[in-house]
């Protein structure tokens, strides 16, 4: 199993990116993914998720109206679309999956600042 996170950097409050997970190494369309932040000193917490089946979406209640998490299960990748940034956004952020174990990318830092 292999994750690779796309697409973070720097921008501006209020300002946007499209975060991108590609995956390998399994069924991706039977799986839910996931993506995780982490901040410094903090824990790492769970931003969205999207389920294998119909596609369900699930939020943190700090991202819902903003961010927006959605699936190509023909391209074998998750993307999270982060609009209206705000400072409390910066972190690095994971994608994730369970196949028996816990997979994780490696990460892509996300700064968001004037």
């Known amino acids: 199993v292999q994750l690779v996170e796309s697409g973070g950097g720097w921008v501006q409050p209020g300002g946007s990116l499209r975060l991108s997970c590609a995956a390998s190494?399994?069924?991706?369309?039977?799986?839910?993914m996931n993506w995780y932040r982490q901040a410094p000193g903090k824990e790492r917490e769970l931003v969205a998720r999207?389920?294998?089946?119909?596609?369900?979406?699930d939020y943190a209640d700090s991202v819902k109206g903003r961010f927006t998490i959605f699936r190509d299960n023909g391209k074998n990748t998750v993307y999270l679309q982060m609009n209206s940034l705000k400072p409390e956004d910066t972190a690095v952020y994971y994608c994730?999956?369970?196949?028996?174990?816990?997979?994780w990318g490696q990460g892509t830092q996300v700064t968001v600042s004037s």
């Open positions: 994730n999956t369970w196949v028996s174990y816990a997979y």
């Open positions: 190494g399994f069924t991706f369309s039977s799986y839910t």
């Open positions: 999207i389920t294998s089946a119909f596609g369900r979406t």
